[in-house]
């Protein structure tokens, strides 16, 4: 059965419904924790009362610096959206893990940033080294992940689309809300990925709804895709792809067709003018709710829960 590890500024805790019990360990990053699991099922297997969650203020899980690396397009939904048909190649882009942020923290927008978009997106966190050359099967994964996290791959679409700027579009500090709980997984467990449902709402308005097996390339395949060129350590990040939903849509074909017969400079400024009348994108003020478990909830990541400030 899984457990769900806090992280506060006074350490791990281990989560026992409402209340959680602090891990004994000397581990600082989520490296350190995940080689003192022992620690941690020991703590699961007490009697301790434990303190009231809600006293708790969570932190990311995921300690930085870290690689922070994702999957790009990796949901049949998004790819809809997003105007592709027929076959999608595997792709992955890095963050920078300073966008790391923790649960409850802000997004914040900086000031030149008018095209705010989320998108929730289900993390593995790496339990061992993964070399170059690495092949993964799914009887492999408890070898190589450890647990899962809630992440949102928030990301300034003028500068992503305009700049072709993927790494800086999603890089800004506060860009990768984490959490609350990293979900340490049993060999058993991963028999449940496929019925993960991957929940974002914005102020209450639901937005992105889908189970993991609406994606295209699954967890062991594409660590095995990753690793023909990326090495990734024990505490490493590997956001797997959003659903369908975010604020971004491809424009219809016709609108599509008309664009590509225009200059760079001229169709992007004609897309974000139609773009400026979608209310999708997120605003000052905005809270993002974010869920990932599966339906009877013997996995259950959390809820992220961050609200939308602007850069001072």
């Not at 806090?6 to 350490?11: E, P, Q």
């Not at 090495?231 to 074909?253: E, W």
């Amino acid at each position: 059965m899984s457990t769900n590890v806090l992280r506060t500024a006074d350490g791990w805790w281990v989560l026992r419904d409402d209340r959680a019990v602090p891990v004994d360990t000397k581990a600082v990053t989520t490296a350190e924790l995940l080689a003192d699991r022992d620690a941690v099922r020991e703590t699961a297997r007490s009697g301790e009362a434990g303190t009231p969650v809600a006293d708790l203020v969570a932190l990311s899980p995921v300690t930085t610096p870290c690689r922070v690396v994702a999957q790009m397009v990796n949901y049949r939904s998004h790819a809809r959206d997003s105007g592709f048909t027929g076959d999608i190649p595997p792709a992955f882009f890095r963050k920078a893990s300073g966008s790391v942020s923790g649960p409850g923290e802000a997004v914040v927008r900086p000031a030149h940033v008018r095209f705010l978009d989320y998108e929730i997106e289900l993390g593995l966190v790496m339990a061992a080294p993964l070399p170059v050359g690495t092949v993964v099967e799914d009887r492999d994964l408890p070898a190589y992940v450890a647990g899962l996290v809630i992440t949102n791959d928030v990301s300034a679409r003028e500068v992503q689309l305009t700049r072709t700027q993927f790494y800086e579009s999603k890089s800004y500090p506060t860009f990768t809300p984490t959490g609350p709980y990293l979900t340490l997984l049993e060999p058993e467990d991963f028999a449940r990925l496929l019925d993960l449902r991957l929940k974002l709402s914005v102020n209450g308005e639901l937005r992105q709804d889908r189970t993991l097996a609406d994606m295209i390339v699954r967890p062991a395949r594409a660590l095995t895709l990753l690793a023909r060129f990326q090495t990734l350590d024990p505490g490493d990040l590997l956001l797997t792809g959003t659903p369908g939903g975010t604020a971004l849509k491809a424009p219809p074909k016709a609108v599509e067709k008309i664009g590509a017969l225009l200059p760079p400079a001229v169709k992007w400024k004609a897309f974000f003018k139609s773009q400026a009348k979608n209310p999708h994108y997120l605003r000052t003020g905005d809270v993002i709710t974010a869920t990932i478990a599966t339906p009877d909830g013997r996995i259950d990541l959390g809820e992220q829960r961050t609200p939308v400030t602007a850069a001072n």
